[in-house]
């Protein structure tokens, strides 16, 4: 038999795709191995968001040109940075054998075929028409022993925000049809799931047949799924309709990861985002009301071209203004054919040094109210749904609150069970506590095998 290694970068999006060619490479006869070095096909799945992902890629595809010498492995590039560069990835990188888009991922038989039998070069971009794509369904096997798994349902995006790639790295949106995805989740609670996160880039414009509010309440109601969340979302499209989701349907966790960007509407027209602040902080405000307690997390870029002293500090005030749970900041990094990168030099680059000094500024900033928000819970108990064993110290159990904090504590309750914890010790982002009562048993007999142990191919680096 042979074996394949797959390099996954990026977001949850890109750990779906990996595992979805897991499943078609299995279908090939081929076998998963953690190392590349016996490797006889190595993937790497890129993401290109941002440039420091890509030059990653470009260095761990070098670490793996002996392995092509040594033993004629195959090696492909599929993802954004394939989509991104196409049959010029194939001129810069002589040892590549293929590169792959996104969409091509079904296609991968028949390119491994061409490329072992023709010694052909092959590159598979095409976008597959929206009436023609076919999502590729999960194999629930895979999840046994799982208790959250992530669901696609939507693909691409159709804004054009000017600073993001992904329009062009993804596509345009495409909505999977709702009873697909609905029978999708009762396939994984079948198998003992009982969380689920469905999955897209811009999941509150989905069109599967379905508002997305009621996918969401639709999801909440398979039997045997008590928590249901979401990533990611558009503030402009965040209706009235899915605030009363939250509100009435209390399996939807009180978690909103709501991208603002940044804290100027002169920037965030530049950005081409399609609301002012003011704007995201009325629909933040009857979001609150609908689910008090509910926990807000948001991306940030900093130093977007012309952001100047002072519309910094407005995203600094922002932020003390929301008291997010937390936050995602990444400084800007041009990306090739967006608007803001095409426009760069008219509105004025920001420095280097400028831009990791905002960074470091509003991490510190973020990581004083984390730490406030979290400090609050000690002494209080919350509701745990087990995960597994915790990675730092095996005799500890791992899970997650329905806010999405992830808790560390003393119990032996089984992976797919909920406890409720009483909160001892707490830092900005983690837990810690002690198990004090059982509140539901799993739906299925625990694996005996470490629950909650990740393929190694579904980690990804970002
Ligand atoms: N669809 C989501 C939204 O509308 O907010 C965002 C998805 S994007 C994959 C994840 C995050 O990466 C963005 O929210 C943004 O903060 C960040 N990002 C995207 N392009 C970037 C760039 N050129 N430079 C820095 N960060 C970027
Ligand atoms: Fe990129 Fe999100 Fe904007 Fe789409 S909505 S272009 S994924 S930042």
Not at 258 to 284: A, F, H
Not at 345 to 360: C, N, T
């Amino acid at each position: 038999m042979k074996r394949y290694f797959i390099h996954t970068f990026g977001c949850q999006m890109n750990v779906n795709d990996s595992l979805r060619m897991s499943e078609v490479l299995s279908q090939m006869s081929y076998a998963p191995t953690p190392v590349p070095d016996n490797a006889d096909l190595i993937i790497l799945n890129t993401c290109s968001i941002r440039e420091k992902a890509e030059d990653k890629m470009l260095s761990a595809l070098g670490r793996y040109k002996p392995v092509k010498a040594s033993r004629g492995a195959l090696i492909g590039v599929g993802g954004c940075v394939a989509q991104q560069e196409k049959d010029k990835l194939l001129k810069k990188v002589p040892y590549l054998d293929f590169v792959f888009g996104p969409d091509n991922i079904a296609r991968l038989p028949d390119i491994i075929n061409r490329v072992s039998a023709e010694r052909e070069r092959v590159v598979e971009t095409a976008f597959v028409n929206s009436e023609e794509y076919v999502f590729p369904r999960a194999d629930p096997e895979t999840s046994r022993g799982k208790v959250t798994e992530f669901v696609t349902v939507m693909k691409g995006c159709d804004n054009v925000c000017s600073f993001c790639i992904v329009p062009h790295t993804r596509g345009r949106e495409v909505s999977r049809a709702f009873p697909d995805v609905l029978v999708e989740v009762a396939d994984l609670a079948k198998v003992g799931v009982r969380e689920v996160t469905l999955i897209g880039q811009n999941v509150n414009s989905y069109a599967g047949g379905i508002s997305f509010a009621q996918l969401l309440l639709r999801t909440a109601e398979v039997p045997g799924i008590e928590r249901v969340r979401f990533t990611t979302s558009h503030p402009h499209d965040l209706s009235d309709e899915l605030i009363e989701a939250f509100r009435i349907q209390p399996k939807i966790t009180p978690h909103f990861h709501l991208p603002v960007q940044c804290g100027s509407d002169r920037i965030l027209k530049m950005m081409r985002r399609d609301y002012t602040v003011e704007q995201y902080l009325e629909r933040l405000a009857k979001l609150r009301e609908a689910r008090p307690g509910i926990a807000v997390t948001t991306d940030i870029i900093v130093g977007f071209p012309g952001e100047t002293e002072e519309e910094f500090e407005m995203t600094m005030k922002l932020t003390e203004q929301v008291r997010y749970d937390n936050q995602f900041s990444f400084v800007y990094s041009p990306r090739p054919k967006t608007g803001a990168a095409l426009r760069e030099k008219d509105w004025g680059p920001v420095p280097h040094e400028v831009k990791i000094a905002r960074l470091e500024r509003l991490q510190k900033l973020q990581r004083r109210i984390s730490g406030e928000i979290t400090a609050a819970l000690v002494g209080t108990e919350v509701e745990v749904m087990v995960e597994g064993h915790s990675r730092y110290d095996p005799t500890k159990r791992f899970g997650r609150t329905p806010e999405n904090r992830t808790v560390n504590f003393d119990g032996d309750a089984p992976a797919g069970a909920f406890v409720t914890v009483k909160v001892e010790r707490a830092t900005p982002n983690q837990l810690a506590g002690t198990q004090v009562a059982l509140l539901k048993p799993p739906t299925v007999e625990p694996l005996p095998v470490p629950v909650g142990e990740t393929p190694f191919h579904a980690v990804a680096e970002a």
